[in-house]
């Protein structure tokens, strides 16, 4: 079965500074790889995905992320926060062969003025 | 554009009552899903339908059940809520992967 570990609970980043948020996963085959973002409140909004080919992927708000098989890690990363990226983040992993996915334990980003 | 929609957002029910979760969605989705999240836990799968007419356990389905009432619909029935039901569910639909979530139901159980 797959696994997702977010090994920071909490970040706190100052606006404007860099912001990277750790996954690692685990799975035998290669992966189906997402990031969801969850403002207070809100339901999960998907920042990006990897499937395949080019393991830097772009996604929304500025974000990207870089798939490392070599590593099993799958990073989010934003050259410069906005206050409003202070939410909580969620990295899964989902296999090919079928829809379900597995959620880590979240990190969430506070960000100070 | 509505998307998946889930009432009610929030709810408080007393241990032992019954209460069922609607989650619709206009996608035209093959696949839908109910987690529950609870804090440091990340999101949990309850039950998936993979298409209409098919219903299937997830990592903790123990105290739920659902129904796929239609390609739209798939409801999560609580038939004798316990406070550790109480938790922020939320349905998911898609085809194949990504899934796209709802707003979430906050369900506290006193």
Known sequence: AQSVTQPDIHITVSEGASLELRCNYSYGATPYLFWYVQSPGQGLQLLLKYFSGDTLVQGIKGFEAEFKRSQSSFNLRKPSVHWSDAAEYFCAVGRSNDYKLSFGAGTTVTVRA | ?110
């Open chain 2, 1 to 110: 554009n509505a998307g998946v929609t889930q009432t009610p957002k929030f709810q408080v029910l007393k241990t032992g009552q019954s209460m069922t979760l609607q989650c619709a969605q206009d996608m035209n989705h093959n696949s839908m899903y109910w987690y529950r999240q609870d804090p440091g836990m990340g999101l949990r799968l309850i039950y998936y339908s993979a298409s209409e007419g098919t219903t299937d356990k997830g990592e903790v389905p123990n105290g739920y059940n659902v129904s796929r009432l239609n390609k739209r619909e798939f409801s999560l029935r609580l038939e004798s809520a316990a406070p550790s039901q109480t938790s922020v569910y939320f349905c998911a639909s898609s085809v194949n992967q990504p899934q796209h979530f709802g707003d979430g139901t906050r369900l506290s159980i006193l």
